[in-house]
């Protein structure tokens, strides 16, 4: 195919903060949460960053991805931690003024 006819490729970096407002499970901590986002990521992004104060915990994840794809990776995040019953954690991407629960993005 003549090379102007391809679909251009729009590559973006999207940095996704993951929030937690409560406790985590006693059986599943944070790098558990590290854990399953980075296997949900795959080489996609990678979780960059993390911390703890007054109003709970986050997780600071970066994607490098096509722009069409930038959402079905927030979905993907989503599902890991909805099917580790973490469905009530919040990701919000930094675009957005205010995030959503994982469970509300699948």
């Given at each position: 195919?003549?090379?102007?006819?391809?679909?251009?490729?729009?590559?973006?970096?999207?940095?996704?903060?993951?929030i937690?407002?409560?406790?985590?499970?006693?059986?599943?901590?944070?790098?558990d949460?590290?854990d399953?986002?980075?296997?949900?990521?795959?080489?996609?992004?990678?979780?960059?960053?993390?911390?703890?104060?007054?109003?709970?915990?986050?997780?600071?994840?970066?994607?490098?991805?096509?722009?069409?794809?930038?959402?079905?990776?927030?979905r993907?995040?989503?599902?890991?931690?909805?099917?580790?019953?973490?469905?009530?954690?919040?990701?919000?991407p930094?675009?957005?003024?205010?995030?959503?629960?994982?469970?509300?993005?699948?």
């Amino acid at each position: 195919m003549p090379l102007f006819m391809r679909d251009r490729v729009r590559i973006t970096r999207v940095f996704i903060e993951v929030i937690g407002r409560r406790p985590l499970p006693e059986y599943f901590d944070r790098d558990d949460v590290e854990d399953a986002l980075a296997e949900a990521l795959g080489s996609d992004g990678a979780v960059t960053g993390a911390g703890t104060g007054e109003t709970g915990w986050h997780l600071d994840v970066e994607i490098v991805v096509d722009v069409a794809d930038s959402r079905q990776v927030l979905r993907r995040l989503a599902l890991a931690l909805v099917e580790q019953d973490l469905g009530w954690v919040v990701l919000r991407p930094e675009q957005e003024p205010s995030g959503r629960p994982a469970q509300e993005i699948v």
